[in-house]
């Protein structure tokens, strides 16, 4: 196995187990310091944020990464970059579209997911960071580079995730604390690997490689 390939592997995988180490802490804590309601009213709308984070891309970011890695093979870097720029366009005008779908309807979506108006409205913005946190993760493994990057971001958002969510918790703010939590969680990830892709990293056709600038 190729060392770069193989040390892709483990670094996703460390990020995944973090993410699930972390998330089963988080809930556990919350537990402990809410309500059974809270519970519940967040765990809704973390749901509702889950499904619409997995189907607004439209299967564009398993598509991206197969065809990225394909390109990055034949030492196409052109087309990889330009794969990645149309993929990334094309989920955030999916993203806005449906942001503005929930807007829109927010009245029947809530008599049918059971969450108040006024948290779905919050819910957009979690959507949106969710979403093209989990699409960036994809470019990051597809372009086969520094992969470290997803793990310690992984570390840093839930840090982040655990001091905002249970400070504002503090001082009473109630659901929207938790709220606020998930999206600067997901916010801090989006800017970390978005500026790995946008601006730390380039594919470099002239060398035949990749590079980190």
């Excluded at 439209?58 to 720029?85: C, H, P, Q, W």
């Excluded at 093209?132 to 470019?139: A, G």
């Excluded at 970390?192 to 002239?206: Q, Y």
């Amino acid at each position: 196995m190729d060392v770069t390939v193989g040390r892709n592997i483990i670094n996703a995988s460390t990020s995944d187990i973090l993410s699930q180490v972390f998330g089963y802490v988080f809930w556990i804590s919350l537990a402990l310091v809410t309500d059974s309601h809270t519970i519940g009213e967040i765990g809704l709308i973390i749901s509702l944020v889950t499904i619409l984070g997995i189907l607004i891309p439209m299967g564009l970011d398993y598509s991206m990464t197969r065809s990225v890695g394909s390109k990055i093979g034949e030492k196409k870097f052109s087309n990889a970059n330009a794969i990645i720029k149309t993929s990334t366009s094309l989920v955030s005008l999916f993203l806005i579209v449906t942001s503005i779908a929930v807007l829109v309807f927010v009245e029947p979506i809530s008599k049918i997911s059971q969450i108040s108006e006024i948290y779905l409205h919050y819910s957009i913005i979690i959507i949106i960071s969710y979403t093209l946190h989990n699409f960036f993760r994809s470019e990051i493994i597809a372009l086969q580079g520094k992969t470290s990057v997803i793990v310690y971001g992984e570390i840093i958002s839930h840090v982040i995730k655990f001091a905002v969510t249970f400070g504002l918790l503090a001082l009473e703010f109630g659901i929207i604390s938790i709220v606020i939590g998930f999206f600067s969680h997901f916010l801090f990830k989006v800017i970390i690997w978005g500026r790995f892709l946008f601006k730390d990293f380039r594919l470099n056709a002239e060398n035949a490689d990749i590079h980190l600038i």
